[in-house]
């Protein structure tokens, strides 16, 4: 057998190749846009891509379906209740496919969305897709209704957990992504590992599952609904190639370079999100328009490269191109945190939390204000308005980098914390104990 995982470290998303290699066949599951990584594994499997299989209408990545069909000709294959504007062929609850001497048997698991199927390979492991993660379970709000949907993956996951302890689990997510919050940082397991530890399996009862899966605090991102569409909507084509460009007049420039460089030296409205930070992708979604003219400063064509792969990956298919070159006439001085504690003690800065509210309860400078970084674009120099020089901080300065970077195109007198956060925070901070709370 031929078996392949891939890996998207940006978004937490997983895909697979599986094969027969005496048959030099084999399918994919759950492919990502860019597609090339697929069919370099496939040649040197010595296998061709018969099928995709879609465990499900995924929201948080833009499938890479659309190019195998157009391309290649390959059929997709979906459950009926994802409602495809696009050919496929059906799959239902018990069907097999094969390909060459493996069987995959499709199991219809309802909950993170109502056409959610596993596939359980050779009768040995099994491809969970958005339903069971290690350590956690998919977030059930994203289709329909958090409630009905919980309900949905209360019963399938215990259908799961009727395979043997012996199965291999390979989820559609590992940790980093948005759909699952527990998430340990392997990327596979075993039924009986799950059955043991995994947090989501913990509850025994339908009501109490429920109450727990349902009230789901991650935030969802903005881009759910449009890669949703691009995905059940006709098939999407490859991208156009990104051009080096030497008029980025109009544009929201997105620099993906380190925040220290962009601190050194940036176009005049420029937004920082490092394609190195962690998340590049997902942060990205957050504070930007798909719609609007986006054009990328980077450090090379490479770095270019990738970045439009990241933000191709969640529906933002038309970028207008990149620079290496462009005019830096703004600089950002960045601050530590013993020089906050001397402004801060002359009551001469105002400093703004951009973490997330669960993270700010843990502990946060007192006085400060609090909006998530994500949010920071839609309020722009609303989010304080006291007048006072603002200095963004978050748990790294990975998120105050980018917070900093939207003000001061806002014109506000931002500095960001870029090398440490609250936890390097000497000073005293303030936790907020929720009732009901102990400890």
Same mark, same amino acid.
Request: charged content about 25%.
């Given at each position: &057998?031929?078996?392949?995982?891939?890996?998207?470290?940006?978004?937490?998303?997983?895909?697979?190749?599986?094969?027969?290699?005496?048959?030099?066949?084999?399918?994919?599951?759950?492919?990502?846009?860019?597609?090339?990584?697929?069919?370099?594994?496939?040649?040197?499997?010595?296998?061709?891509?018969?099928?995709?299989?879609?465990?499900?209408?995924?929201?948080?990545?833009?499938?890479?379906?659309?190019?195998?069909?157009?391309?290649?000709?390959?059929?997709? /294959?979906?459950?009926?209740?994802?409602?495809?504007?696009?050919?496929?062929?059906?799959?239902?609850?018990?069907?097999?496919?094969?390909?060459?001497?493996?069987?995959?048997?499709?199991?219809? %698991?309802?909950?993170?969305?109502?056409?959610?199927?596993?596939?359980?390979?050779?009768?040995?492991?099994?491809?969970? @897709?958005?339903? &069971?993660?290690?350590?956690?379970?998919?977030?059930?709000?994203?289709?329909?209704?958090?409630?009905?949907?919980?309900?949905?993956?209360?019963?399938?996951?215990?259908?799961?957990?009727?395979?043997?302890?012996?199965?291999?689990?390979?989820?559609?997510?590992?940790? @980093?992504?948005?759909?699952?919050?527990?998430?340990?940082?392997?990327?596979?397991?075993?039924?009986?590992?799950?059955?043991?530890?995994?947090?989501?399996? %913990?509850?025994?009862?339908?009501?109490?599952?429920?109450?727990?899966?349902?009230?789901?605090?991650?935030?969802?991102?903005?881009? =759910?609904?449009?890669?949703?569409?691009?995905?059940?909507?006709?098939?999407?084509?490859?991208?156009?190639?990104?051009?080096?460009?030497?008029?980025?007049?109009?544009?929201?420039?997105?620099?993906?370079?380190?925040?220290?460089?962009?601190?050194?030296?940036?176009?005049?409205?420029?937004?920082?999100?490092?394609?190195?930070?962690? /998340?590049?992708?997902?942060?990205? @979604?957050?504070?930007?328009?798909?719609?609007?003219?986006?054009?990328?400063?980077? /450090?090379?064509?490479?770095?270019?490269?990738?970045?439009?792969?990241?933000?191709?990956?969640?529906?933002?298919?038309?970028?207008?191109?990149?620079?290496?070159?462009?005019?830096?006439?703004?600089? =950002?001085?960045?601050?530590?945190?013993?020089?906050?504690?001397?402004?801060?003690?002359?009551?001469?800065?105002?400093?703004?939390?951009?973490?997330?509210?669960?993270?700010?309860? %843990?502990?946060?400078?007192?006085?400060?204000?609090?909006?998530?970084?994500?949010?920071?674009?839609?309020?722009?120099?609303?989010?304080?308005?006291?007048?006072?020089?603002?200095?963004?901080?978050?748990?790294?300065?990975?998120?105050?980098?980018?917070?900093?970077?939207?003000?001061?195109?806002?014109?506000?007198?931002?500095?960001?914390?870029?090398?440490?956060?609250?936890?390097?925070?000497?000073?005293?901070?303030?936790?907020?104990?929720?009732?009901?709370?102990? @400890?």
């Amino acid at each position: &057998m031929v078996f392949r995982q891939f890996v998207d470290d940006d978004l937490g998303c997983a895909s697979y190749l599986i094969g027969d290699a005496g048959a030099g066949e084999a399918v994919l599951v759950d492919p990502a846009y860019a597609i090339d990584q697929y069919l370099e594994a496939a040649e040197r499997e010595r296998v061709r891509i018969v099928r995709v299989l879609e465990t499900h209408t995924h929201a948080d990545h833009v499938s890479g379906h659309g190019r195998f069909a157009l391309e290649h000709g390959v059929p997709v /294959s979906v459950h009926p209740l994802a409602e495809p504007e696009f050919p496929f062929d059906p799959l239902a609850d018990a069907d097999e496919v094969r390909v060459g001497a493996v069987a995959i048997s499709v199991a219809h %698991t309802p909950g993170h969305r109502p056409e959610h199927c596993a596939f359980v390979i050779d009768g040995s492991f099994v491809l969970t @897709g958005d339903s &069971m993660f290690v350590g956690d379970a998919a977030r059930p709000d994203l289709a329909v209704d958090a409630h009905e949907g919980a309900e949905g993956l209360f019963h399938s996951l215990r259908r799961l957990t009727q395979l043997p302890d012996a199965y291999e689990v390979f989820p559609g997510h590992v940790a @980093g992504s948005l759909c699952g919050a527990a998430m340990r940082p392997d990327r596979s397991s075993t039924i009986g590992a799950e059955k043991r530890t995994n947090a989501a399996l %913990t509850y025994d009862d339908l009501e109490t599952f429920v109450g727990a899966s349902a009230s789901v605090s991650t935030p969802r991102p903005p881009t =759910t609904a449009r890669v949703v569409a691009l995905n059940r909507g006709p098939f999407v084509p490859a991208a156009a190639e990104l051009r080096l460009l030497t008029d980025y007049r109009g544009a929201t420039v997105l620099d993906v370079r380190a925040p220290d460089d962009h601190a050194a030296g940036h176009a005049a409205g420029a937004i920082s999100v490092p394609l190195d930070g962690g /998340s590049f992708a997902t942060r990205s @979604g957050f504070v930007l328009d798909p719609d609007e003219r986006i054009v990328l400063h980077a /450090s090379t064509p490479e770095q270019a490269e990738r970045a439009a792969r990241g933000l191709r990956a969640i529906g933002f298919l038309e970028l207008a191109g990149y620079v290496t070159e462009i005019d830096a006439t703004e600089r =950002t001085r960045p601050i530590e945190l013993r020089e906050l504690e001397h402004l801060l003690e002359k009551d001469a800065v105002t400093v703004l939390d951009v973490r997330e509210k669960d993270e700010r309860d %843990t502990g946060y400078i007192p006085g400060s204000v609090h909006m998530p970084y994500r949010l920071v674009r839609a309020c722009g120099a609303g989010c304080v308005e006291n007048g006072k020089p603002v200095v963004t901080i978050c748990e790294s300065g990975a998120r105050a980098g980018i917070a900093a970077s939207i003000l001061a195109a806002a014109g506000v007198d931002a500095r960001p914390v870029l090398h440490g956060g609250i936890g390097d925070w000497d000073g005293h901070t303030v936790a907020f104990r929720r009732c009901g709370s102990s @400890g």
